[in-house]
């Protein structure tokens, strides 16, 4: 998650600005930036690599000024050099933006045509052209910024700085958190509280799709239908480490709303959406041009394999096989020497996981590690790795890990399908623009929350759940279960939908809750079936769906989860947010430790 900060301030805004992205550097970037305006004129200096590095431009030519934005860029959109680092401006507007503009080729193509100049590879510079149009056209710079948000397409966190104009910062969310800090006399806008915590205990947070027009004497918000509205103020005493979690509850609640942002940076590290394709990273030797391949990794990192078994097998026709990294290894599996191993893992410190690396290594096979925390163990001891950007996790039960290892096997899947010759450009240039949609869609399906809150109160009450799934949705009902089992210690168990009569429905009476993942896709009317099964033996059908889905079992569901229609290939990123809502909201009501439940590990470093 890159890192924003803006001041309207009385001091000098520069060694303020890089004080806050100090703050924000747990979040990883490989670029920093700040602009502020001197006599009117926006002045920037920007680095690649560490803060120390920005540090140095401004030693050797510092900024005045008491209006600025900062930005620590992690690279999506372009390579991690000065010329792609934020802030992205013209003569008239400066701008620092995390997420992904999806329609940002169309509104670039628009833009040139109109005569404007791009001098990056990023997504982001388009924003600053936009406004600057705007602007050109008449517009005055509220006005200007409101228009241009209201065109981009996609999942964004923005700053925008106008030059002449030393009283106004206005500030966007769409999918991506934004703070805003109530200082005396001054004002402040973060990608989260730590950001401005240095400055003001006073706090409040933008929902989503509000814009903020800040001046140093006071803060206007537009909600998404651009009516005025209020926000909350928080006062955060303890600083930075108080305000961590925000306006949320627990951390749990906090990582689940960040996923538009961590599903967008990891997806934006591996595409390239000029040509809409897959980029992957120096692979040391990993040969995707393989007969078959491994997946291995334990609990939730397990089931993303898994769910990357059906991508994989789909996309490429390699074969695959996922195991249990605990088992894996005792039962002294071959493997073949034209395959390579992929080895999930959060913490990069999963001991049954690194085991298993270490076994294939001794025996002949290239690994490859997707792991969030780099230079862990597993990352280093891995031939390659594919970084999931999740940024910390603090709650034991992973959420915005697991969307991120999802992101980054979707992109593998497409590399391995292109490297085996049975995927077309076309055809990787569809799933690419369906991934670059996902941030947008899990945005939306966070907006279910209160639907599934009334539903979590009668999950609270139930001593026994089943979760259904078909294909590739069958891994993401045995996430459901694992979710709720984990957090509220309500038995659940997942099963894939077709073995419902094969023993399992034996268990259903009218006490016992399932929930259905069920798209409205190919399998959509074979999983219905299972559904009636379940209706005539009285089970409480919790339906997710979509539209079509929802009309479809509406007679028999005693509730539906509605998840916006997405590409089947990435419908296990979208509907993995309600089920994690599921759990969460269970668990609360239920008042156990949401965040640290009993006897469960961050990282487990024992067999």
């Given at each position: ?22 703050l ?85 193509e ?109 803060v ?101 096989e ?36 270490r ?40 959420t ?12 593998l899947?497409?590399a ?45 009450q ?66 219905l ?41 990435i ?5 993995s ?9 269970t668990?609360v ?19």
């Open positions: 998650m890159c890192g924003i900060i803006g001041i309207l301030g009385a001091d000098p805004a520069a060694p303020r600005l890089v004080q806050a992205l100090k924000l550097e747990y979040r990883g970037y490989d670029s920093a930036g700040v602009a502020t305006l001197e006599n009117g004129a926006i002045s920037r200096r920007r680095a690649a690599g560490k803060l120390v590095n920005l540090e140095r431009e401004l030693a050797e030519a510092p900024l005045a000024g008491i209006s600025g934005i900062g930005h620590t860029r992690w690279a999506t959109h372009g390579a991690p050099t000065t010329a792609n680092a934020h802030p992205h401006a013209t003569d008239k507007v400066a701008i620092v933006h995390n997420g992904i503009i999806e329609n940002f080729r169309a509104l670039r628009e833009l040139i045509r109109a005569g404007h100049r791009f001098t990056s590879e990023t997504d982001s510079e388009v924003i600053a052209h936009l406004i600057t149009d705007y602007l050109d056209k008449g517009q005055k710079p509220e006005q200007a910024a409101i228009s241009a948000v209201r065109r981009l397409e996609g999942a964004f966190g923005i700053a925008v700085l106008f030059a002449g104009d030393e009283d106004i910062l206005v500030g966007a969310r769409k999918g991506s958190p934004l703070a805003v800090g109530l200082g005396d006399g001054e004002m402040f806008l973060g990608s989260d509280a730590i950001a401005v915590s240095p400055f003001t205990q006073r706090v409040m947070f933008l929902e989503e799709g509000d814009i903020a027009v800040l001046s140093r004497a006071k206007k918000v537009l909600d998404a239908s651009g009516q005025l509205a209020e926000r909350q103020v928080h006062i955060f005493a303890g600083g930075a480490a108080a305000a961590e979690k925000g306006n949320h509850r627990h951390f749990m609640q906090k990582e689940i709303y960040e996923q538009p942002e961590t599903t967008g940076r990891t997806i934006t590290r591996y595409v390239n959406a000029y040509e809409e394709r897959v980029e992957m990273p120096n692979l040391d030797g990993v040969d995707l041009n393989s007969d078959s391949a491994i997946i291995i990794g334990c609990g939730t990192a397990h089931y993303a394999g898994r769910v990357a078994e059906y991508w994989l097998e789909q996309v490429s026709g390699i074969a695959v996922t195991d249990i990294a605990s088992e894996f290894r005792y039962r002294k599996p071959a493997v073949g020497k034209k395959s390579f191993g992929v080895f999930v893992s959060q913490s990069g410190e999963t001991a049954d996981t690194l085991a298993a690396l076994y294939c290594k001794e025996n002949g096979l290239k690994t490859l590690a997707v792991v969030n925390v780099p230079e862990s163990t597993i990352w280093r001891e891995a031939d390659a790795r594919l970084p999931t950007l999740a940024g910390p996790e603090i709650g034991v039960a992973s915005k890990a697991f969307t991120a290892q999802l992101s980054a096997l979707a992109a899947s497409i391995v399908g292109r490297a085996r010759g049975t995927l077309s450009s076309q055809e990787e240039g569809r799933l690419v623009h369906a991934l670059m949609e996902t941030p947008r869609l899990i945005t939306d399906a966070l907006a279910c929350e209160p639907e599934i809150e009334v539903i979590a109160q009668e999950l609270a139930a001593r026994d759940v089943l979760y259904l799934g078909r294909g590739v949705h069958y891994p993401i009902a045995l996430e459901g279960a694992l979710k709720l089992k984990e957090i509220s210690y309500i038995h659940a168990e997942g099963y894939a939908a077709g073995e419902l009569k094969h023993g399992p429905i034996a268990l259903i009476d009218e006490h016992t809750p399932v929930v259905v993942v069920a798209p409205h896709d190919a399998l959509f009317e074979k999983t079936s299972n559904m009636q099964e379940v209706n005539a033996r009285g089970g409480k059908l919790i339906v997710i769906t979509d539209g079509a889905g929802a009309v479809a079992c509406a007679d028999i569901a005693k509730h539906i989860i509605m998840v916006p229609t997405c590409d089947p290939f419908a296990p990123l979208v509907y947010v309600p089920i994690q809502l599921l759990a969460y909201l668990a009501h239920k008042g156990t430790d949401v965040d640290q439940p009993r006897n469960l590990a961050k990282s487990v470093t024992v067999e």
